[in-house]
């Protein structure tokens, strides 16, 4: 069964950092772009970062560009989220996906929540 | 980077069919044939039920079908079902930005 499984979410300070980790397991992670999409509490899902199967190519969106990394590790099959500077308003669940057919994505893990509270 | 815009809410009683729109522009929706639509029950991660405007994956109901005119994609449900209660998204390709998902249609099944 494709499953993907975040971890690494948490309470965290304005101003800190937190290293978000998505463990896929029934398929082959270096075969697949993976991205990640959050979500705040009650809002829309929002796209926050796309890395390519190998690693070499990375986007981000505006927001995060500079603060988040987003990097993976094809021998552990594992996709990661390095949240630096985190804010307020990054306070959501984090959700890792694969990459699918037409700009889409499919599956999706069962997220992870971040919370940055003083 | 403003969202994609879909109704709040859209409600229908059981059997019936509802359909959902998601308006954007000529740089995303109405640029290119890369819309999908996500269901997401709460409490839940989003599931992808349309790609490429109107392609289903596979295991997805017929119940759910999708289509584009200009600037605007719709998703279509028919047969509407208790089960069928959930958030809507909608998302497209768009130039720059790459991604971008609508604000969400809250389905309720009357």
């Known amino acids: 069964e494709v499953q993907l499984v975040e971890s690494g979410g948490g309470l965290v300070q304005p101003g800190g950092s937190l290293r978000l980790s998505c463990a896929a397991s029934g398929f082959t992670l270096s075969s697949y772009w993976m991205h990640w999409v959050r979500q705040a509490p009650g809002k829309g899902l929002v796209w926050v970062s796309r890395?390519?199967?190998?690693?070499?190519?990375?986007t981000y969106a505006d927001f995060v560009k500079g603060r988040f990394t987003i990097s993976r590790d094809n021998a552990y099959n594992t996709l990661y989220l390095q949240m630096n500077t985190l804010r307020a308003d990054d306070t959501a669940v984090y959700y890792c996906?694969?990459?699918?057919?037409?700009?889409?994505?499919?599956?999706w893990g069962q997220g992870t929540l971040v919370t940055v509270s003083s | 980077q403003s969202a994609l815009t879909q109704p709040a809410s859209v409600s229908g009683s059981p059997g019936q069919s509802i359909t959902i729109s998601c308006t954007g522009t000529?740089?995303?929706?109405?640029?290119?044939?890369?819309v999908s639509w996500y269901q997401q029950h709460p409490g839940k991660a989003p599931k992808l039920i349309i790609y490429e405007v109107s392609n289903r994956p596979s295991g997805v109901s017929n119940r759910f079908s999708g289509s584009k005119s200009g600037n605007t994609a719709s998703l279509t449900i028919s047969g509407l079902q208790a089960e069928d209660e959930a958030d809507y998204y909608c998302s497209s390709y768009r130039v720059n930005t790459l991604y971008v998902f609508g604000t969400g249609t809250k389905v309720t099944v009357l």
């Open positions: 000529s740089s995303d929706v109405g640029g290119y044939n890369y």
């Open positions: 890395i390519n199967s190998d690693g070499s190519s990375i």
């Open positions: 996906a694969r990459d699918s057919s037409g700009w889409s994505f499919q599956p």
